[in-house]
């Protein structure tokens, strides 16, 4: 993630899908091990909405300029998946669709 040549790191939307995926999975971190209590994500966390926003822009972009391709494709497929557990199917159908084609 801190190599110097910036087109060898990640692209930031794959980034930022994971973290939407992850905020998914759980909306919630351990804040011990041992501990049976839950500690809410830190108010830094951004919220999905604006996630979202910024994932589905930077997608466009990506593809616009054929950047780091494989992380586009990694991307949609993470965004796919997210649609289609928050019961967003034609949304999921949509990407599905263009990232094939």
Do not use: C
């Amino acid at each position: 993630m801190d190599h110097p040549d910036p087109r060898k790191r990640p692209h930031p939307v794959l980034i930022n899908t994971m973290l939407l995926n992850g905020i998914a999975f759980g909306s919630f971190v351990p804040n011990d091990p041992l501990a049976t209590s839950l500690a809410p994500l830190p108010p830094s966390t951004p919220s999905t909405t604006s996630l979202l926003h910024r994932i589905q822009r930077d997608l466009n972009d990506s593809l616009a300029q054929v950047d780091r391709l494989e992380d586009y494709f990694s991307a949609a497929g993470l965004l796919i998946a997210w649609f289609y557990r928050l019961g967003r199917f034609q949304e999921a159908q949509y990407l599905s669709s263009t990232t094939a084609r």
